[in-house]
């Protein structure tokens, strides 16, 4: 593998002698062309820039590409992804006594966003219903018409909260 990298699309070159990416055709070192859908980091979920590269996570100031930023969350972890894995069923993540999907409640640990981006979509359940409760509110937020299936699942995802990012 070569560390040359396409910045439109993050494949990495097969060879070290390759100057266009296989995948979109764009001469690796190039900006990525106005109208392309950057790509996004798989971990931490952030979009590239207009440049194709992402700030660094080791060097402040700095700015790499996709692969890099992705070996560089090696030494910056997002969150406890080991733990998050022990919870896992499937596609689908236990809280409690309450499942959800796990890329949603992944992306929400990480982002405390519940927009899942473009072309997707959410399943509502208790515990999208808590994520939307805590961002909205808080934790300790009095909500009108509460319900105890509510509390208790944002109880579980509170608690997942500060498990998951204690590490």
Known sequence: ???RVCL??????????ATFCVRCGLPYGEPPRADAELPACTICYRTVGDDGRLDSLDHQGRRVDLQAHLLEHERHPVGDDEYLETLREGDRIRIGRWTASFDIVRRYLVTGALEAGRRRTFEHNAIVTAMTQLRKWGRDGSIFG??????????AVSGLMERYHRR
């Open 1 to 3: 593998m070569s560390g």
């Open 8 to 17: 439109q699309c993050g494949t990495v070159a097969r060879a070290a002698h």
């Open 146 to 155: 509460d319900q105890p299936e509510w509390q208790a699942s944002r109880e």
